[in-house]
């Protein structure tokens, strides 16, 4: 008796001392790691698919809460006028979500453009969804309109043994179009 | 002197990947380049130093009979510990080595030392083996890195600010150093020579 007593106790203390400095090392590490995702991946997409802008995109940005998802939406200003707005949209592709930023020009009411920003598409095809050549074709769409690939009768040319993920990339296009109508109201007030 | 020892026999005798064999799974997967292969053995490195000074602290107190489920835990906690740090501090490194980083919990060498060398000895002892075995495990790595990198990739220290080209603009990288059978192949071909120093000169 006396040996699993001691058995139970060392075995629980040991996961209560881990559990705690697990704990306490995950608050410790939180801001940077948002910092450091945000400086080597947000920051760089954003850039690129937004206009220019004057403001602090880390000190603006708001989120808003969408069905059980919570969006960050950053929005670019100029002169203190909102002109655009950036956030994350995802879909499923082939082997799991692909997590797309996209850029919408509230000025001429369209897609500025998207980036790919984590995914975990079959490397040599599906996540060629990452090239230029793909996500360029995605600029300058009016907000709204359908995307869809050719196959499916639309406009976006699916990369060649790659149409699970292309087909993923365009909804999670047609996702932020749809989040950006269900919030129009609240995104304007901001 | 026997902590030398300790230190010193990770980087030969007791080699992991070359001269035990141990130790595969992160040695062929993340050594596309010399800076992912380095990345991962360091890490690997303080997992290994961090568990064998706990458990070599704690060998009196875990019973015989839960120390595997006690050496998991703990070697465990380190390994999130890592995680977190390198998402927060080396995020571009902890991109490419992805899932391979939580995977350390089951690279044999870390349970391998806990349970052959940290749970009989004492704490500098386990202390200095830890630390030698894990550098010697990252210049291994490191080593099959810049080897696949130079042939698979044509630069040295890529994904580093000092990444150059090795044969200039024109050469055709061979990406089957790259992809998961060239690993095995340079792998193969390093013990093979590692063998052959070993019969001719006994070393």
């Known amino acids: 008796m006396g040996e699993i007593m001691k058995m139970m106790v060392v075995l629980t203390l040991i996961s209560v001392v881990s559990g705690v400095a697990l704990g306490t090392m995950n608050e410790v590490t939180r801001d940077p790691i948002i910092q450091a995702e945000f400086k080597f991946a947000k920051e760089p997409a954003l850039k690129e698919i937004l206009p220019e802008y004057d403001n602090d995109l880390v000190a603006d940005k708001f989120e808003i809460v969408s069905g059980e998802k919570i969006v960050t939406v950053y929005p670019a200003k100029q002169n203190g006028k909102v002109v655009a707005l950036g956030y994350e949209s995802s879909a499923k592709g082939v082997n799991g979500d692909i997590r797309i930023m996209v850029g919408i020009d509230l000025e001429k009411n369209v897609l500025r453009g998207i980036r790919v920003v984590a995914h975990s598409e079959t490397p040599g095809l599906g996540a060629r969804i990452t090239e230029a050549a793909f996500s360029r074709q995605f600029d300058n769409i009016p907000l709204g309109a359908p995307v869809k690939v050719k196959p499916d009768g639309g406009q976006v040319d699916a990369i060649s043994g790659a149409t699970i993920s292309s087909r993923g990339t365009c909804e999670a296009v047609e996702a932020a179009f749809k989040f950006f109508e269900e919030h129009k109201a609240e995104l304007s007030t901001k | ?203």
């Open chain 2, 1 to 203: 002197m026997s902590v030398v020892k300790e230190f010193t026999k990770g980087f030969w005798q007791e080699l992991p990947p070359f001269r035990l064999v141990l130790g595969l799974c992160p040695t062929l997967a993340v050594t596309k380049t010399a800076f992912a292969g380095a990345g991962m053995g360091l890490a690997t490195t303080f997992v290994l130093v961090c568990s064998n000074i706990l458990i070599s602290m704690l060998k009196n107190v875990i019973p015989a009979k839960v120390r595997i489920a006690s050496f998991i835990v703990i070697i465990a906690s380190f390994v999130v510990v890592v995680e977190m740090l390198m998402k927060a501090y080396a995020y571009p490194l902890s991109q490419v080595l992805g899932l391979f980083i939580p995977l350390i919990v089951v690279n044999c060498i870390v349970l391998g030392r806990a349970e052959a060398f940290a749970s009989k000895n004492s704490v500098i002892d386990s202390a200095a083996d830890g630390l030698g075995i894990g550098l010697g495990y990252s210049m291994a790595l490191a080593l099959l890195g810049a080897i696949r990198e130079l042939f698979g990739a044509g630069t040295i220290l890529g994904g580093t600010p000092m990444e150059m080209l090795a044969f200039g603009s024109s050469f055709k990288p061979f990406s089957f150093m790259v992809q998961a059978p060239g690993a095995f192949m340079c792998l193969g071909l390093i013990l093979g020579f590692i063998g052959f120093l070993n019969r001719r000169y006994n070393i």
